[in-house]
């Protein structure tokens, strides 16, 4: 089934460590994003990728990179993770990010905790 | 500034009946795209509906529809004869021109047998 994989699923993680969260989809969609999920604000945006080989900054970008060397891979890194970066983290992929009415689709989301 | 407000946290409604879900929108853009997505307990995003800001219609999908009000920049979500699978987390987005997609904080709503 078509669709965009999370990993991991959960993790639980000393603080100052460094942690990737992988995101890949086989729905050959040009732009991917990462957004954070907290309870009472919704989702806000990380980073995002237009294309392969480009990234931009979303609404909350401090402390995280992302890398888009493919168009199905979009890698989100936490360099040394510190306790507000606990989370639900959802990868998302849409056709075009130009297109405004392009629905994006997520992955299942990767629960982060940072202790 | 909030670009998307759902100003009820949670939403009961018997099950058959129709409910409303709230949704209003801060934006200077002519063109912007309205979404609208389900989040079950197990926690993935579901596309429910999508409504253009040049679409003259409201937008309908089986049971879900949009009551689309332009001048007062809302876009509300009806869900019609309501089923228990209904439960969930409801989040309304509204993308700008070739903007980022901003979310609203969501509602939950549980349908009660």
């Known amino acids: 089934i078509a669709g965009i994989t999370q990993a991991p699923t959960s993790q639980i993680l000393a603080a100052g460590r460094r942690m990737t969260l992988r995101c890949t989809q086989d729905m050959r969609h040009n732009a991917m994003y990462w957004y954070r999920q907290d309870l009472g604000l919704g989702l806000r945006l990380i980073h995002y990728?237009?294309?392969?080989?480009?990234?931009g900054k979303g609404e909350v970008p401090d402390g995280y990179s992302v890398s888009r060397a493919n168009t199905d891979d979009f890698p989100l890194t936490l360099a040394s993770a510190v306790p507000s970066q606990t989370s639900v983290y959802f990868c998302?992929?849409?056709?075009?990010?130009?297109?405004?009415?392009?629905?994006?689709?997520f992955g299942d989301g990767t629960r982060l905790s940072i202790l | 500034a909030q670009k998307i407000t759902q100003t009820q946290p949670g939403m009961f409604v018997q099950e058959k009946e129709a409910v409303t879900l709230d949704c209003t929108y801060d934006?200077?853009?002519?063109?912007?795209?309205l979404f609208w997505y389900k989040q079950p307990s197990s926690g993935e995003m579901i596309f429910l509906i999508y409504?253009?800001?040049?679409?003259?219609q409201n937008a309908t999908e089986g049971r879900y529809s949009l009551n689309f009000q332009k001048a007062r920049k809302s876009a509300n979500l009806v869900i019609s004869a309501s089923q228990l699978g209904d439960s969930a987390m409801y989040f309304c987005?509204?993308?700008?021109?070739?903007?980022?997609?901003?979310f609203g904080a969501g509602t939950r709503l549980t349908v009660k047998p």
């Open positions: 998302a992929s849409s056709d075009s990010k130009g297109r405004r009415d392009q629905p994006q689709h």
């Open positions: 990728s237009n294309t392969a080989g480009t990234t």
């Open positions: 934006t200077s853009d002519q063109s912007y795209g």
């Open positions: 409504q253009g800001s040049y679409d003259e």
């Open positions: 987005a509204m993308r700008e021109g070739r903007g980022d997609m901003r």
